[in-house]
């Protein structure tokens, strides 16, 4: 158990389809992170929340729609994705002080078809 | 640009045998570097981390790895792999002035053969 919880573990989705992947995290961290993990691809950083502020989009698309509501809860919205966008998502939390350890969920695996 | 660098994508050991798993990363001062372990279907799990001081770290699981200033390096080391240490390796780094955001090689597979 690592303290951060992402749902669901596993989503399959068409690319009409608009769904959300949520993380939650009991860690009493102010920073959230989304990475996502393609294969034989390093992980990809696609947003961070520091004090549930956005401070960094990484190029990522606009299909992708970040939201993080409190320090707790940040989530990711999905609409109109592309089968490319098929990965494991993994959502990561951690005190926003350079070199801290960052705690992660154990991701959700999209696929989309 | 900043960079980290695992040359080995699949490394096979022999169970009890020893370990080692390289990092290089590209930056032209010291980073914070990590040592994450993932297991199949698993998220990232912390193995050790060095900011300053003692080069020779220690984490969890009986792994170690050392920070070499002249040649960028931060590999990990195991002196006797057990069949649950198969797993992926990433090497990550966090670059001061970049937060805490981390940029992560392409990992390492690690198999263990009995």
């Known amino acids: 158990e690592t303290g951060v919880t992402q749902t669901p573990r596993h989503l399959v989705m068409g690319m009409t389809n608009k769904k959300s992947l949520k993380c939650e995290q009991h860690l009493g961290h102010n920073a959230m992170y989304w990475y996502k993990q393609s294969a034989k691809k390093p992980l990809e950083l696609m947003f961070v929340y520091s004090l549930e502020e956005r401070v960094e989009n990484n190029s990522v698309p606009s299909r992708f729609s970040p939201e993080c509501p409190n320090s707790s809860h940040l989530f990711l919205h999905l609409h109109t994705l592309q089968p490319e966008d098929s990965a494991l998502y993994l959502c990561?939390?951690?005190?926003?002080?350079?070199?801290?350890?960052?705690?992660f969920g154990q991701g959700t695996r999209l696929t989309v078809v | 640009a900043q960079s980290v660098t695992q040359p080995d994508i699949h490394i096979t050991v022999s169970e009890g045998a020893s370990l080692e798993l390289r990092c290089n990363y590209s930056y032209g001062a010291t980073p914070y570097l990590f040592w994450y372990v993932q297991s199949p279907g698993q998220g990232l799990q912390l193995l050790l981390k060095y900011f300053s001081g003692d080069t020779l770290v220690q984490g969890i699981k009986g792994f170690e790895a050392e920070f070499k200033r002249s040649q960028s390096s931060f590999n990990l080391r195991k002196p006797s792999v057990h069949w649950s240490d198969a797993a992926e390796y990433f090497c990550?780094?966090?670059?001061?002035?970049?937060?805490?955001?981390?940029?992560f090689g392409t990992g390492t597979q690690l198999k263990v053969e009995l």
């Open positions: 990561a939390s951690s005190q926003d002080r350079l070199g801290t350890e960052a705690f």
């Open positions: 990550a780094v966090a670059f001061p002035g970049g937060g805490n955001k981390l940029t």
